[in-house]
C-alpha cells in the first residue's frame, strides 16, 4: 500500500525567483518523516512538488526528479491528477467544502472521481471518519455542513476528506497549527496509527511534535532572505533531537541563530 | 485631597455630551429656520426652503456640538449629517417615483388590465391591456437570457479559473467595451446584421439579440466577480483529492458561488427588461398577441409604454394604460429582484 519517495535533484521556482535548490532524500514507505526549519526556506513549496501542486500556483515550475516506487511523478506523459490520487494532502488551514455536509465532503473524493460504488460509500465514510477519530463526535449530524464544526474537527474532516480516497502518501502541512493542545494531541495519535498504511510527510514548527511523532526528521535552511531553501540534513529523528551532524541544525533546534 | 483634585479637573475620558434628542431638535429648528427665511425673502419653492435648512442643519451641528462636545466629535457629526443628507438626496426622487407610479398607475391596474390586449381598443378609447406585451417581454427577455448566460457564464469561467496572456487580456477589454455601448447602438447592430443583411424580418428573436449584447457583459463581470470571491483553497482541496480541474470547477467552484451567480444573473434580466431603443428597431410593436417570437412584430412592456404615450395624442385614458403599465414593468423588476435576493440567501454556504 505505502510507497517509497526518491527525489533527487529537485528544485522548484515561482516565475524567475528559485524558491527550493537541488534537493535530494529519500522516504521509506510506511514511516513519518517530519519537515522543520525557519519560516520561507521552501519546506511547503517542497512538500507541495511531491504530489505536483506546485504547478497549480501560476509561475510554479520544477526541475528534477521525484519517483513513486521507481516512477517518476514528472516523467512523460505522467497525469497529475492521478499523481494526486496516490499522494494526498491536508493543508495548514481547514479547508472543508461549505456547500457540503459532513458525509458528502468525506465522500467528496470518491463521488468526485466518480469511481466508487453506491453500497460501499456508507462503509467507506465510516471508516474514513473512525480512521480520523471523528467519527463520534459527528455519527448524529453527518448531514449538517462542514462548516460548522470546530477549527480541529474540520481539520479531521479534511484528513478523513484525504484518507477516503486510499492514497499511498499523506502529506501534511503544518496540520495543527491552528488547533488548541488536545486536538492536537488527537492528530498526532491519528499519526502514529496512519503510519501503519501511508507514508506520511509532516511539516511542523513545533519542535516537540517533530519529536514526538516521527521517524525521520529533514531540516532546511535558507543562507539569506531572497535565497532559495536548501536540505541541510536529513536523519532519524532522536540523532537529530540528540546529535545532529551539522552545526546549524543544532543551532537552530536549541533556539540559537546568528 | 483626591476628591477636589478630580472635581476640579475635567476627565479627559469624559467630555461634554449632548443629550440623545439634540439631533431631531437641531432638524425641528432647521426647518423651522428654513421655513422662516423662505417666507420672510419671499421665496415659494419647496426645494429653496429645504436646501437652507439643509445648510442650517450642518452648520448648526458643528456649531453646537463643537461648543459643548470638542472640535474631534463635531467632525464625527458633521460626517454623520453628511451622509444622512445624502442619502436623503438619493431616496427623495426614487420614493417619489415610485410613489407617483403608483398613484397614476392603480387607476386602471387590475385583472382585466393584465389579461387583455389592445386588440380590438383604439388608442385614444379607455379599455385594453398589456397582456401582448407581457408576453412579448417575457419572451424575449427569457430568449435573451438563454443565449447571454450561458455564453457569459462560460467567457467568465474562462476568464478567472484558466485565462492568463494576450487572449483573456484581449476578451477583458472587449467586454469593458461592451458594457459601455449604448442600447440604441446595439438595436443598429442587430437592425442592419439581422434585418437589412441577412434579410430576417422584425420579430422578437431579434429584440432578444439586441437584448443578449447589453446582457452579456453584466454577466461576465458579476459571475467574474463571484468566482474571484471562492478562496483558493477549496480549489486546491479538490484538486489535491485528485479530481480534474474542469470537475473542480463543476462540482466545487460552481455550487459555492451559484447564489451570487444567480443573483448576478436576475440583475442583468432586469436591467434589459426596461430597454425601449432596440426594441423601436427590431420588434416594431403589435396592439395583437403573438405568441410566436421568431415571426412578425411583437410587443413589449416598454416599447407599449411609448406608444401609449406616443400614439395616442394626448387621450387621457392612454396615459392611464401607459402608468399602470410601467407599474407592471417595475413590479416586474421589483420581484425579480427579491427572487434573486431570496435564491443568493438560499444558497448561500451556511453555518447550521
Ligand atoms: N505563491 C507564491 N508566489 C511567489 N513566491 C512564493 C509563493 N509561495 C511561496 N513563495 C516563496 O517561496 C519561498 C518558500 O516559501 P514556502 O511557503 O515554501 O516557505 P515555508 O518554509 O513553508 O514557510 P512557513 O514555515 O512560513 O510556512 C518564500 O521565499 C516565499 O516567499
Ligand atoms: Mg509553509
Redesign the interface.
Known amino acids: 500500500m505505502a510507497k517509497r519517495i526518491d527525489v533527487s535533484g529537485l528544485s522548484a521556482y515561482y516565475g524567475s525567483h528559485k524558491a527550493i535548490d537541488d534537493i535530494s532524500m529519500t522516504i521509506e514507505p510506511r514511516t513519518v518523516t517530519a519537515f522543520i526549519g525557519p519560516s520561507g526556506c521552501g519546506k511547503s513549496t517542497f512538500l507541495r512538488t511531491l504530489?505536483r501542486?506546485h504547478e497549480?500556483t501560476?509561475g510554479g515550475r520544477v526541475e528534477g526528479k521525484v519517483l513513486l516506487d521507481d516512477e517518476d511523478l514528472y516523467g512523460a506523459g505522467v497525469d497529475p491528477?492521478?499523481?494526486?490520487?496516490?499522494v494526498?494532502?491536508v493543508?495548514q488551514?481547514p479547508?472543508?467544502?461549505?456547500?457540503m455536509s459532513i458525509f458528502d465532503n468525506v465522500a467528496?473524493?470518491l463521488?468526485?472521481?466518480g469511481n466508487y460504488r453506491k453500497n460501499e460509500l456508507n462503509d467507506i465514510v465510516e471508516k474514513s471518519l473512525k480512521g480520523a477519530n471523528l467519527w463520534n463526535e459527528v455519527k448524529d449530524r453527518l448531514n449538517?455542513?462542514g462548516?460548522?464544526l470546530s477549527g480541529g474537527q474540520q481539520q479531521r474532516l479534511?484528513i478523513a476528506?484525504?484518507i477516503a480516497?486510499e492514497p499511498k502518501v499523506l502529506l501534511m502541512d503544518e496540520p495543527c497549527s491552528a488547533l488548541d493542545p488536545i486536538s492536537t494531541l488527537a492528530i498526532e495519535d491519528l499519526i502514529g496509527e496512519l503510519k501503519e498504511r501511508f507514508t506520511i510527510v509532516i511539516v511542523t514548527h513545533n519542535m516537540q511534535q517533530a519529536a514526538r511523532v516521527s521517524d525521520r526528521t529533514a531540516f532546511f535552511n535558507l543562507a539569506a532572505v531572497g535565497q532559495p531553501g536548501k536540505l541541510i540534513e536529513i536523519d532519524d529523528t532522536e540523532r537529530i533531537f540528540s546529535n545532529p551532524s551539522v552545526q546549524a541544525t543544532e543551532d537552530y533546534i536549541s533556539g540559537r541563530f546568528g | 485631597m483626591s476628591t477636589t483634585l478630580t472635581s476640579k479637573h475635567r476627565s479627559t475620558l469624559r467630555g461634554g455630551h449632548l443629550p440623545k434628542w439634540s439631533p431631531l431638535a437641531i432638524i425641528a429648528g432647521s426647518v423651522a429656520a428654513g421655513l422662516g427665511i423662505s417666507a420672510a425673502a419671499g421665496l415659494h419653492s419647496s426645494i429653496q426652503w429645504a436646501l437652507i435648512a439643509a445648510v442650517v442643519f450642518v452648520v448648526a451641528t458643528y456649531g453646537i456640538a463643537a461648543k459643548v462636545e470638542g472640535r474631534r466629535q463635531a467632525k464625527d457629526r458633521i460626517a454623520t449629517s453628511l451622509i444622512w443628507v445624502a442619502f436623503l438626496l438619493a431616496v427623495i426622487p426614487l420614493a417619489s417615483l415610485v410613489w407617483e407610479t403608483v398613484k397614476r398607475g392603480v387607476k386602471v391596474f387590475d385583472v382585466y388590465f393584465l389579461t387583455h390586449s389592445m386588440g380590438v381598443v383604439a388608442d385614444t378609447e379607455p379599455g385594453g391591456g398589456i397582456y401582448h406585451a407581457i408576453i412579448g417581454t417575457l419572451e424575449q427577455v427569457g430568449l435573451a437570457s438563454l443565449i447571454a448566460v450561458p455564453i457569459g457564464v462560460l467567457t467568465a469561467i474562462y476568464l478567472v479559473e484558466y485565462g492568463k496572456g494576450k487572449l483573456a487580456k484581449a476578451i477583458t477589454f472587449f467586454v469593458d467595451v461592451m458594457t459601455g455601448i449604448p442600447s440604441i447602438v446595439a438595436g443598429l447592430f442587430i437592425l442592419s446584421f439581422w434585418i437589412l443583411i441577412l434579410d430576417m424580418g422584425y420579430s422578437g428573436f431579434a429584440g432578444s439579440l439586441a437584448l443578449s449584447i447589453l446582457m452579456m457583459p453584466v454577466v461576465v463581470r458579476s459571475t467574474e466577480e463571484m468566482l474571484k470571491l471562492v478562496p483558493n483553497e477549496l480549489r486546491e482541496a479538490s484538486l489535491a483529492l485528485g479530481v480534474p480541474k474542469w470537475r473542480t470547477i463543476l462540482k466545487v467552484v460552481l455550487p459555492t458561488s451559484i447564489g451570487g451567480i444567480t443573483t448576478g444573473v436576475m440583475l442583468a434580466v432586469a436591467r434589459i427588461t426596461g430597454e425601449t431603443a432596440p426594441m423601436l428597431l427590431l420588434v416594431w410593436g403589435t396592439n395583437f398577441i403573438n405568441n410566436n417570437p421568431f415571426e412578425g412584430p411583437q410587443a413589449s412592456l416598454p416599447l407599449y409604454i411609448y406608444q401609449q404615450y406616443a400614439n395616442s395624442s394626448g387621450a387621457n385614458a392612454a396615459y392611464d394604460r401607459a402608468w399602470a403599465a410601467a407599474l407592471a414593468l417595475i413590479a416586474f423588476v421589483m420581484i425579480l429582484n427579491l427572487v434573486a435576493r431570496g435564491i443568493a440567501r438560499w444558497k448561500a454556504p451556511s453555518q447550521h
Open positions: 504530489n501542486m497549480v501560476p491528477v492521478s499523481v494526486r490520487r496516490e494526498g494532502m493543508f488551514r479547508n472543508p467544502f461549505p456547500t467528496a473524493g463521488r468526485l472521481n449538517k455542513p462548516s460548522g479534511c476528506r484525504a480516497v
